[in-house]
T-cell receptor, first 113, second 113 residues
């Protein structure tokens, strides 16, 4: 299965600032997914990122708040903009691997103070 | 709104026992079903996938699927303390967005030595 390197692993940020999270995959993949996992909750899909096109956002998530880049088939970034304490969460990138399910990066634990 | 329901637990079993984890889903057209294990502070790790009705065994793990009842389960035989984690059920969306997964909130399993 694919190996995903995600960074940073954690960060503490001031409200009103932005943080960019990076994911690097060791193989070319068509789609990359960005999830959020709030404390004690399950995973919620933020958006799907395809190379060469705009990301597709799920209901409740907007591009101005969570801009995504997908410059090539192995890399993507998610930016959390104008952060507030409610954005404190774990952010995960993921890729689909054939019919074998989805592999996740190690996650970014974000705390906004 | 597609839903995946799991008992939140905690489910507590003694070492060596069988742990039974259950999941129901609302999207009747779903075709792919996954079980993830998530240790505290870590990202989800795929442990089982199942696509056809019936049982699928992999080592100490058995996944069971009943599409008519919209029910999927995971059995862990000879449970070990290292199995203590949150288990997430994930189901793919049917239709044009079948690459997307909906996750349950997870069941916390504790295996007592």
């Amino acid at each position: 299965s694919a190996v995903i390197s995600q960074k940073p692993s954690r960060d503490i940020c001031q409200r009103g600032t932005s943080l960019t999270i990076q994911c690097q995959v060791d193989s070319q993949v068509t789609m990359m997914f960005w999830y959020r996992q709030q404390p004690g909750q399950s995973l919620t899909l933020i958006a799907t990122a395809n190379q060469g096109s705009e990301a597709t956002y799920e209901s409740g998530f907007v591009i101005d708040k969570f801009p995504i880049s997908r410059p090539n088939l192995t890399f993507s970034t998610l930016t959390v903009s104008n952060m507030s304490p409610e954005d404190s969460s774990i952010y995960l990138c993921s890729v689909a691997v054939g019919t074998y399910g989805y592999t996740f990066g190690s996650g970014t634990r974000l705390t906004v103070v | 709104q597609k839903e995946v329901e799991q008992n939140s637990g905690p489910l507590s079993v003694p070492e060596g026992a069988i742990a039974s984890l259950n999941c129901t889903y609302s999207d009747r057209g779903s075709q792919s079903f996954f079980w993830y294990r998530q240790y505290s502070g870590k990202s989800p790790e795929l442990i089982m996938s199942i696509y056809s009705n019936g049982d699928k065994e992999d080592g100490r793990f058995t996944a069971q699927l009943n599409k008519a009842s919209q029910y999927v389960s995971l059995l862990i035989r000879d449970s070990q303390p290292s199995d203590s984690a949150t288990y997430l059920c994930a189901v793919n969306d049917s239709g044009g967005s079948n690459y997307k997964l909906t996750f349950g909130k997870g069941t916390l399993l504790t295996v007592n030595p």
